[in-house]
């Protein structure tokens, strides 16, 4: 039972079905749910009966300022354990082992260095400096801001004007942001975003399930962050429904649910204030990355294409389906940055409103024609859009860039999409972020990943779409694999930009075409010659190689060819940190993983690896799919056939 001591009083006026909840937290087993912490479970069929949030989470300045100075220990149930990661000491039913996903760090990292930048912009506009605990006093990402701070400062002191007020971590700003955590499930990020990010007025951690709420309002009552935090027990998207009007809307709202976030991407978008951060993280890669295309359809309307390039296209639906709903109420968006990351992805994007805005978004969006033998992919706009002055015009786009048959290796083309044509990321915003952590690395314990991430982003081509990797144009023609910066320096000798990509090791993202890519490798092709005699006439090896190529590369390896994250030996992608570290099982009604899953999960670990060789270690079946025999003879059946191990 939760014992109710003096401490606990201000969660007395919580409804009183919210305090029949909490009162009998203790006799439950929670369910997995997840915010990306990891899993999030199905959500409870009952629905809330009340609608309103738990605002008995807002104690008096007296309680408030009492909790600042001395963060309440909230005593622990049986079985539960606190689980510490950034500021944020988490209360978890240790029955429940899906509730924290370690390897999560990393986003709910990024996504408060994100929203801490996003709240300096903003506040600074409105007249407030943010202070972050161990950063310097200011950040300056180049002259041209520093001479501008320096001129506003003489200016300040030359005017006699009132000190600038500040805004600290952990304190509640009158003119600051209000955030919304749409499926908040332990409220571990929104715990985090009260103890991390300053300028915040308030911070709204919402779940449908009533058990995820209680834990919200244990959590916040642990970590002393009441006077900012309000646990929410709603429908997420009828609550964003119900915020939509312009003076109700929220300055940040994250998305980050089990799965698909698609339910919930048309709310979003509306109860987004004007310039709003949104923040969406999908985990639904299967369908994203081409393995269900009409899945992707029906909950993106965009179809995904199985391609070396499957990550990035999945970051690029996520954005034309974003666009497309926010499109409808007369919004646009504007990504800031979009990483694909891990088994996930995740976007952080403004959303503006503007008639005349909207109207770009047809040439916005583009078609991708990918050739199923050699892997070419090309673009193909949805509308067309020209500038004659001051004057724009907007028509439909003439097409296809491609012809029946792929050019270089005669196969057919695959078509998916629309997806998002434009840049991923806005480099000046993810430099002023980059800058931020670099210079304050003890305020994150993923910044080294945090650092090495976001220089790659600042390095890629932001006019390109899509990639291709080394290792599959080598794999086509059937040849070794060249080096990668004797690849990247070919192109770069060719007269053409080349970049790395964030979403793929082995990534290169150029604008050189794709005949200069095969010309290349004919070239490496010349130096590390393949057996001719064994390729199939139909293959696209074949047809590639039969062609003399045009460009006659040069692999000397330039100095830029090499890249400063890369020269620098930034951390970039992520190494595995411990077993089993992917996104895990969703959480089954009793809370926890049940023995049955987790005995098949280690079955299947190493299944290729460690092979069996021993037949009575295979298992029994009928005769006519029984594999396991060695020998001719009779079944149990007595049906006479021939049987081959496999």
């Known amino acids: 039972m939760l014992i109710i001591t003096a401490r606990l009083l201000p969660l007395l006026t919580v409804p009183f079905t919210h305090q029949r909840i909490l009162r009998t937290v203790g006799s439950v087993a929670y369910r997995g749910l997840r915010t990306m912490e990891p899993l999030r479970a199905p959500q409870d069929p009952q629905p809330p009966t009340s609608g309103a949030p738990m605002e008995g989470l807002n104690p008096s300045p007296a309680a408030s300022t009492l909790d600042q100075e001395m963060p309440p220990t909230t005593g622990l149930l049986p079985g539960e ?93 009158k003119n600051g942001l209000r955030v919304l955590e749409g499926l908040a499930a332990s409220g571990l990020r929104s715990v985090r975003f009260a103890l991390e990010v300053p300028g915040l007025r308030s911070v709204t951690a919402n779940d449908f399930s009533s058990k995820a709420a209680a834990l919200i309002a244990r959590n916040a009552q642990h970590n002393g962050v009441t006077h900012l935090l309000q646990a929410s027990q709603r429908d997420a998207s009828m609550l964003m429904y119900e915020m939509r009007g312009k003076k109700d809307r929220y300055d940040v709202i994250d998305l980050d649910p089990y799965g698909s976030p698609a339910p919930f991407l048309d709310a979003a978008v509306q109860a987004v204030g004007e310039g709003g951060l949104l923040c969406v993280t999908c985990t639904d890669m299967a369908v994203m990355a081409g393995n269900s295309g009409e899945t992707c359809y029906s909950k993106y309307g965009s179809v995904s294409i199985k391609a070396k390039y499957c990550h990035e296209m999945a970051l690029r639906i996520i954005l034309h389906s974003l666009d497309q709903r926010a499109g409808v109420y007369q919004r646009y968006i504007h990504p800031l940055l979009c990483v694909s990351v891990d088994f996930y992805i995740r976007v952080f994007v403004r959303v503006h409103t503007g008639q005349a805005m909207v109207k770009n978004s047809a040439s916005k969006q583009a078609l991708v024609y990918n050739c199923v033998g050699c892997g070419s992919f090309h673009l193909q706009r949805l509308g067309k859009r020209t500038t004659q002055g001051n004057h724009i015009k907007y028509s439909a786009a003439t097409g296809p860039p491609v012809g029946a048959e792929c050019e270089h290796c005669g196969h057919r083309h695959q078509l998916g999409g629309p997806i998002w044509g434009e840049a991923l ?19 994150f314990g993923t910044a080294r990943r945090i650092e090495g991430m976001l220089s790659m982003v600042t390095e890629e081509l932001e006019d390109v779409p899509l990639y291709y990797t080394v290792d599959n144009l080598s794999s086509t023609v059937h040849c070794s694999t060249p080096p990668l910066l004797q690849f990247r320096s070919a192109l770069l000798h060719a007269g053409h930009r080349v970049s790395l990509s964030h979403a793929c090791k082995n990534a ?84 926890g993983i049940s023995s049955d899953l987790e005995d098949r999960r280690k079955q299947g670990q190493n299944k290729r690896k460690n092979q069996i060789t021993d037949a009575t270690q295979l298992k029994s079946f009928p005769c006519k799919s029984f594999t396991g025999a060695f020998s001719l003879g009779k079944c149990s059946e007595g049906c006479e056939h021939t049987l081959f191990f496999s």
């Open 81 to 173: 354990t606190v689980v510490r990661e950034g500021k944020a000491a988490i209360l978890f039913p240790s029955a429940n082992e899906v509730f924290y996903n370690p390897v999560q760090e990393f986003n709910r990292d990024l996504t408060c260095a994100v929203v801490t930048e996003f709240a300096r912009e903003q506040m600074a506009r409105r007249g407030v400096k943010v202070v972050v605990p161990g950063e310097k006093e200011r950040v300056v990402v180049n002259l041209a801001d520093e001479k501008k701070e320096e001129t506003e400062m003489q200016t300040g002191e030359e005017g006699g004007e009132e000190p600038v007020v500040t805004a600290s971590v952990g304190e509640r700003c």
């Open 425 to 443: 990321h806005d480099v000046s915003f993810v430099q002023k972020v980059l800058s931020a952590v670099s210079g304050n690395p003890s305020r």
């Open 508 to 591: 290169l993202k150029t604008d050189a075409p794709p005949r200069v890519l095969w010309d290349v490798m004919r070239c490496w092709e010349k130096s590390n010659p393949v057996k001719r005699d064994r390729l199939s006439e139909s293959s696209p090896a074949h047809h590639i190689l039969n062609t003399e190529p045009i460009l006659q590369a040069c692999f000397d390896v330039r100095e830029d060819a090499n890249p400063q994250s890369r020269r620098r030996h930034l951390t970039r992608f992520q190494e595995n940190p411990e077993p089993f570290w992917g996104p895990k099982a969703r959480a089954n009604a009793g809370g």
